[in-house]
């Protein structure tokens, strides 16, 4: 996966816990598994480039 695809993976999955977590209102901690994917392609995007 190229680090473009890997921010766009990312922003993706921030978007998502954004509805699930302050738009759909779910704080169970399934809700918060997209937050912890995005920050871990930020971080393959920034060690890649």
Known sequence: ???RMSLVAAAVCLALWVV???VAAIHSGWAHAP???ATVLIAKAIIDS
């Open 1 to 3: 996966m190229t680090s």
């Open 20 to 22: 699930l977590a302050f």
């Open 35 to 37: 937050l912890a994917v």
